[in-house]
């Protein structure tokens, strides 16, 4: 059984910096999705196994950063110069395979979500 669990969540100010954490899967890509209050899902960033390969949003590019520690088992998003169109449910999710993926049919399992609100 495969269980996802997001964390690092919470209140940042305008420009802040989170990092949001997540279990991984070996041998799986991984990526972070977002949903802003009454909007869809969106794709936010990718990796691939074992993570030589990464892609992001435009809105995410430069701004966010995707990892993963192979040894740990962990997925990260750092989210920097944090914007209030960025408040949302984070989600992680696990690719279907090991290469880059983006559309959220290409992912077989999700967190539950950690929420970030940027405000001042």
């Known amino acids: 059984q495969v269980q996802l669990v997001e964390s690092g969540g919470g209140l940042v100010q305008p420009g802040g910096s989170l990092r949001l954490s997540c279990a991984a899967s070996?041998?799986?890509?991984m990526g972070w999705f977002r949903q802003p209050p009454g909007k869809e899902r969106e794709f936010v960033a990718g990796?691939?196994?074992?993570?030589?390969?990464?892609t992001y949003s435009n809105s995410a590019k430069g701004r966010f950063a995707i990892s993963r520690d192979n040894v740990k088992n962990e997925l990260y998003l750092q989210m920097n110069d944090l914007k209030p169109e960025d408040t949302a449910t984070y989600f992680c999710?696990?690719?279907?395979?090991?290469?880059?993926?983006?559309?959220?049919?290409?992912?077989?399992?999700w967190g539950q979500g950690t929420q970030v609100t940027v405000s001042s």
């Open positions: 999710a696990r690719g279907k395979n090991s290469a880059l993926q983006w559309a959220k049919e290409d992912y077989d399992y």
């Open positions: 070996s041998h799986f890509a």
């Open positions: 990796i691939s196994w074992p993570g030589a390969k990464t």
